[in-house]
C-alpha cells in the first residue's frame, strides 16, 4: 500500500491508499477554548462556505514512512516544521476514512484516510511555512457553549429546523426515530443536555442538511469538484457555526467530545494551564472545555479530594478581588489514583 499525503498531487485510481495526519491543536486563553487553523491549499479553498477563509482547516501533513518510526513523530515533526510549535499531549482520535470524503476520491481518485490527533498546547505565536490563525473553538460549534445557560440559537434556529426535518420523514415510524434522536441528542422536549454528545450533534446537524458542509458535498459537481456556489440559495437555512474544508468540523466535533469526556477521569487539563494557578483560574478552563459554569465551592472540594493540587505558599493580588495562593499539579496523583480527573460538580445556576 502506498503511502502519501492528503495534499498530494497525483490523484489518478490505481488501488493505493494516501495517509494523511490531522492534527486539533487546542490551547485555551482568556476562558476561550481556541484552535490552530491554517489555511486552506489552493485546490480546497471555497469549500468552507462564508467566512471559510477565515475558518480555514486543520493542520495536516503526509506521514513520510521512511523517515518517521511512529505517526506520532511523524505529527509532531511537520507541525513543528509547519508552525514551529512543539506539541506536548498528544492522542489519537479516530482514523477517518469515508470513501468520498476528499474530492478527487469522488471522481475515481486515490482512497484518502486520515487519522487524527489531538493536542493539547499553551497559545503562542506559531511561525512557519502555513498561515495559521488562532480560531474560537465555539465560533464552530457556538450551541455547544452553555456558560451563560441555554444558547439562544437551540431555541430559535436548532429546535424548529430539526422539526421540520423530523416532520419530512417518509412514514411515521422514520418520524419518529428522528424525533427521538432529535430530542435525546440536543436535549429537547425535556430530554437532559449531555455535553459530550459533540459529535453525535454535528452529524445529526449534517444529516439534516442544516450544516454548510452537507449542503456542499450534496452539490459537487460530476468531475469531483467542490461546487463554488450554493446552488442560488446562498446560506438560507443553515444553523449559524463557522464551517470548515472536507471533514475537518467532524474530526474538531470528535476532539471536543473525547476531551469532555477525559476531564472526568484524566488530569488533561493541567497540559493546558501554566506550572502554577489559582484555583479560579482551574475552574475556568473546565469550564471552557466543558461549555458549562460549576459551583465554586463544590469544584473546589472536588480537587482536594482527589488531591489534584498542591498549595505553593505564594500569593497572587491581581485577582480583582482578596490576594489567592498559587497551586501546583501533584503528579504524584498518577501513581494513586487509577482516574484522576477534575470531573464536573453541579452546573452553577
Same mark, same amino acid.
Given at each position: 500500500?502506498?503511502?502519501?499525503?492528503? +495534499?498530494? +498531487?497525483?490523484?489518478?485510481?490505481?488501488?493505493?491508499?494516501?495517509?494523511?495526519?490531522?492534527?486539533? $491543536?487546542?490551547?485555551?486563553?482568556?476562558?476561550?477554548?481556541? *484552535? *490552530?487553523?491554517?489555511?486552506?491549499?489552493?485546490?480546497?479553498?471555497?469549500?468552507?462556505?462564508?467566512?471559510?477563509?477565515?475558518?480555514?482547516?486543520?493542520?495536516?501533513?503526509?506521514?513520510?514512512?521512511?523517515?518517521?518510526?511512529?505517526?506520532?513523530?511523524?505529527?509532531?515533526?511537520?507541525? &513543528?516544521?509547519?508552525?514551529?510549535?512543539?506539541?506536548?499531549? !498528544?492522542?489519537?482520535?479516530?482514523?477517518?476514512?469515508?470513501?468520498?470524503?476528499?474530492?478527487?476520491?469522488?471522481?475515481?481518485?486515490?482512497? !484518502?484516510?486520515?487519522?487524527?490527533?489531538?493536542?493539547? !498546547?499553551?497559545?503562542?505565536?506559531? %511561525?512557519?511555512?502555513?498561515?495559521?490563525?488562532?480560531? =474560537?473553538?465555539?465560533?464552530?460549534?457556538?450551541?455547544?457553549?452553555?456558560?451563560?445557560?441555554?444558547?439562544?440559537? $437551540?431555541?430559535?434556529? $436548532?429546535?424548529?429546523?430539526?422539526?421540520?426535518?423530523?416532520?419530512?420523514?417518509?412514514?411515521?415510524?422514520?418520524?419518529?426515530?428522528?424525533?427521538?434522536?432529535?430530542?435525546?441528542?440536543?436535549?429537547?422536549?425535556?430530554?437532559?443536555?449531555?455535553?459530550?454528545? !459533540?459529535?453525535?450533534?454535528?452529524?445529526?446537524?449534517?444529516? %439534516?442538511?442544516?450544516?454548510?458542509?452537507?449542503?456542499?458535498?450534496?452539490?459537487?459537481? +460530476?468531475?469531483?469538484? =467542490?461546487?463554488?456556489?450554493?446552488?442560488?440559495?446562498?446560506?438560507?437555512?443553515?444553523?449559524?457555526?463557522?464551517?470548515?474544508?472536507?471533514?475537518?468540523?467532524?474530526?474538531?466535533?470528535?476532539?471536543?467530545?473525547?476531551?469532555?469526556?477525559?476531564?472526568?477521569?484524566?488530569?488533561?487539563?493541567?497540559?493546558?494551564?501554566?506550572?502554577?494557578?489559582?484555583? *479560579?483560574?482551574?475552574? &475556568?478552563?473546565?469550564?471552557?472545555?466543558?461549555?458549562?459554569?460549576?459551583?465554586?465551592?463544590?469544584?473546589?472540594? *472536588?480537587?482536594?479530594?482527589?488531591?489534584?493540587?498542591?498549595?505553593?505558599?505564594?500569593?497572587?493580588?491581581?485577582?480583582?478581588?482578596?490576594?489567592?495562593?498559587?497551586?501546583?499539579?501533584?503528579?504524584?496523583?498518577?501513581?494513586?489514583?487509577?482516574?484522576?480527573?477534575?470531573?464536573?460538580?453541579?452546573?452553577?445556576?
Amino acid at each position: 500500500m502506498a503511502l502519501k499525503s492528503e +495534499s498530494g +498531487s497525483n490523484g489518478e485510481s490505481n488501488g493505493t491508499v494516501s495517509i494523511g495526519l490531522n492534527a486539533v $491543536i487546542v490551547a485555551v486563553t482568556d476562558e476561550e477554548p481556541r *484552535l *490552530l487553523t491554517v489555511r486552506p491549499s489552493g485546490r480546497l479553498r471555497g469549500q468552507a462556505g462564508k467566512g471559510g477563509r477565515e475558518s480555514g482547516a486543520l493542520p495536516f501533513g503526509p506521514l513520510d514512512p521512511e523517515k518517521d518510526r511512529t505517526l506520532e513523530l511523524g505529527l509532531t515533526r511537520w507541525v &513543528r516544521e509547519q508552525t514551529n510549535l512543539e506539541l506536548g499531549y !498528544v492522542e489519537q482520535l479516530y482514523t477517518f476514512g469515508d470513501r468520498d470524503r476528499e474530492p478527487r476520491s469522488r471522481s475515481g481518485g486515490r482512497r !484518502v484516510l486520515s487519522v487524527g490527533y489531538l493536542a493539547l !498546547v499553551r497559545e503562542g505565536q506559531v %511561525a512557519g511555512r502555513e498561515e495559521t490563525s488562532w480560531r =474560537p473553538w465555539y465560533e464552530f460549534f457556538p450551541w455547544e457553549d452553555w456558560r451563560r445557560g441555554r444558547p439562544p440559537l $437551540i431555541d430559535a434556529a $436548532i429546535e424548529p429546523a430539526l422539526d421540520r426535518w423530523v416532520e419530512g420523514g417518509k412514514d411515521p415510524l422514520r418520524r419518529q426515530e428522528h424525533r427521538e434522536r432529535a430530542d435525546i441528542t440536543f436535549g429537547l422536549r425535556g430530554a437532559p443536555w449531555d455535553g459530550e454528545r !459533540v459529535l453525535e450533534r454535528y452529524e445529526l446537524l449534517y444529516e %439534516a442538511g442544516l450544516v454548510f458542509e452537507a449542503r456542499r458535498d450534496s452539490e459537487l459537481s +460530476s468531475a469531483g469538484e =467542490p461546487a463554488t456556489g450554493m446552488g442560488g440559495r446562498g446560506e438560507a437555512g443553515l444553523v449559524p457555526g463557522r464551517s470548515m474544508v472536507l471533514d475537518h468540523r467532524r474530526i474538531v466535533a470528535t476532539a471536543l467530545g473525547r476531551l469532555r469526556g477525559k476531564i472526568r477521569y484524566r488530569p488533561v487539563v493541567f497540559e493546558l494551564l501554566p506550572p502554577t494557578f489559582t484555583y *479560579l483560574q482551574l475552574q &475556568r478552563v473546565v469550564e471552557a472545555l466543558a461549555g458549562v459554569r460549576l459551583h465554586k465551592q463544590n469544584f473546589r472540594r *472536588l480537587v482536594e479530594k482527589g488531591g489534584l493540587v498542591e498549595g505553593t505558599g505564594q500569593l497572587v493580588s491581581d485577582t480583582g478581588g482578596r490576594p489567592a495562593e498559587l497551586f501546583r499539579f501533584r503528579h504524584e496523583v498518577l501513581r494513586e489514583r487509577p482516574t484522576p480527573g477534575v470531573g464536573l460538580p453541579g452546573v452553577h445556576s
